[in-house]
C-alpha cells in the first residue's frame, strides 16, 4: 500500500514539475493496436509511416514495414497504410476512402513497372494514386506502366488497345475501363470509320453494307454475300439496326442523313451495289440505284412529286433526273 501511494505521490509530483507523462496501452495478441500503432515491447505507440514505402512491392507485410500491410491482391503486391477518421496519409501518399488505405500518390515516385496514375479504386472515381494499369496479377513488372498523370496524356490509343487513362484514348467521348480504350454506343454513327456498335460499346469490324472477308467479319447474324458485303435480311425497318431501313430486296441499308449516295442512277443486282444508303429499284428493264425517301423535300430540289412509291411497296425512293 505504501509503495501505491508513493508512486502516485510521484506521478503528481512529475506533472506538476511540467515532466511530460505519455500513457501506453498494454497490447498483445487479444488486445491488438488502433490503425497506424503497432505493438512494441508490449505496448501501443504511434508509427510515423515512411511515405516512399508505400506503394513498393512486397510479399508479405514484413517486407512493408511497421504499420503498413501487404495488399498481395495487387500485380507484385503493394503495401498500403491505413487512413480515414484521425489517420492522415504521409506525404507522397493519397488517402483513397472507399479501400480505408493510404496509396502511392502520381507523380515521378509512381515509375513502378506496371504502374501509372489513374483513378481509384474505379474507372471514374475522382481520387487518383500510383494503380496498376492491368487487373491480371504477375510480378508488377510484366505490363507497359503508360503515361502518369504528370507526363501527359498520349490522345493516340485506338479502339480496344491498351490505356493508362481516359485522355490516352484517341476516338473523342472514348473511355479507358480494364485497361482498354471502350466507347459506349447505340448506333454505328457513334463509332469511329472501321467500327461498329455492338449494341453496347464500339467494336473493330465492317457494318452492313461494307467489304468482308467471310461472314465471321459481319456484325451478328449479317452473312458476307457473294459480293462480300455484310448483309442482313429483313421485313420491315423494325428488323434492321438504328438508322437503317429495309430496301424493297429485303435486305438492311443506311439511311440518307447527308448527301445522296454516290451510285444513284447505276444499274445494280441488290441495294448492296447501291453502297451506303441506297435501294435498287426496277425501272422499266434494267434494276438501278434510287435514292430512299419519305417526303419530298428529302429528294435533291424537293420538287413536287420528287418522292414517289417504289412498285407495290409501301417503300419511297427518289425520282431520277
Not at 109 to 131: D, F
Given at each position: 500500500m505504501r509503495r501505491l501511494l508513493f508512486i502516485a505521490s510521484a506521478l503528481i509530483a512529475l506533472v506538476a514539475a511540467g515532466c511530460p507523462l505519455t500513457i501506453q496501452v498494454r497490447c498483445d495478441e487479444s488486445f491488438p493496436c488502433n490503425d497506424g500503432e503497432a505493438c512494441v515491447a508490449g505496448a501501443c505507440v504511434r508509427v510515423e509511416l515512411e511515405s516512399a514505402q508505400v506503394g513498393a512491392a512486397c510479399t508479405s507485410d514484413a517486407a512493408c514495414g511497421t504499420g503498413l500491410t501487404c495488399g498481395t491482391g495487387f500485380p507484385g503486391g503493394y503495401c498500403l497504410a491505413p487512413c480515414g477518421e484521425g489517420d492522415a496519409c504521409a506525404s507522397g501518399s493519397v488517402?483513397?476512402?472507399?479501400?480505408?488505405?493510404?496509396?502511392?500518390?502520381?507523380?515521378?515516385?509512381?515509375?513502378?513497372?506496371?504502374?501509372?496514375?489513374?483513378?481509384?479504386?474505379?474507372?471514374?472515381?475522382?481520387?487518383?494514386?500510383?494503380?496498376?494499369?492491368?487487373?491480371?496479377?504477375?510480378?508488377?513488372?510484366?505490363?507497359?506502366?503508360?503515361?502518369?498523370?504528370?507526363?501527359?496524356?498520349?490522345?493516340?490509343?485506338p479502339l480496344n488497345e491498351r490505356c493508362a487513362q481516359a485522355c490516352d484514348c484517341a476516338p473523342p467521348g472514348a473511355d479507358c475501363v480494364g485497361s482498354v480504350c471502350v466507347q459506349t454506343c447505340t448506333r454505328d454513327l457513334d463509332c469511329p470509320d472501321g467500327s461498329r456498335c455492338n449494341g453496347e460499346h464500339c467494336e473493330k469490324g465492317p457494318r452492313l453494307g461494307e467489304a468482308c472477308r467471310d461472314n465471321f467479319d459481319c456484325p451478328g447474324v449479317a452473312k458476307c454475300n457473294a459480293q462480300r458485303r455484310c448483309t442482313k435480311s429483313c421485313i420491315t425497318d423494325q428488323s434492321c439496326p438504328l438508322d437503317y431501313r429495309c430496301a424493297p430486296d429485303s435486305v438492311c441499308v443506311n439511311e440518307c442523313t447527308s448527301a445522296p449516295p454516290e451510285t444513284v442512277g447505276l444499274t445494280c443486282e441488290s441495294s448492296m451495289d447501291c453502297a451506303r444508303c441506297g435501294f435498287c429499284v426496277s425501272s422499266g428493264a434494267v434494276k438501278q440505284c434510287r435514292q430512299p425517301c419519305q417526303l419530298d423535300r428529302d429528294c435533291p430540289g424537293g420538287a413536287v412529286g420528287a418522292c414517289e412509291q417504289v412498285g407495290s411497296t409501301e417503300l419511297r425512293a427518289c425520282r431520277l433526273p
Open positions: 488517402c483513397v476512402k472507399e479501400l480505408g488505405r493510404c496509396m502511392r500518390a502520381c507523380g515521378e515516385a509512381c515509375s513502378r513497372p506496371g504502374y501509372a496514375c489513374r483513378p481509384v479504386p474505379q474507372p471514374g472515381s475522382s481520387t487518383w494514386a500510383c494503380a496498376p494499369t492491368s487487373s491480371d496479377g504477375g510480378d508488377g513488372g510484366t505490363v507497359d506502366p503508360g503515361p502518369s498523370e504528370d507526363a501527359g496524356c498520349t490522345g493516340q490509343v
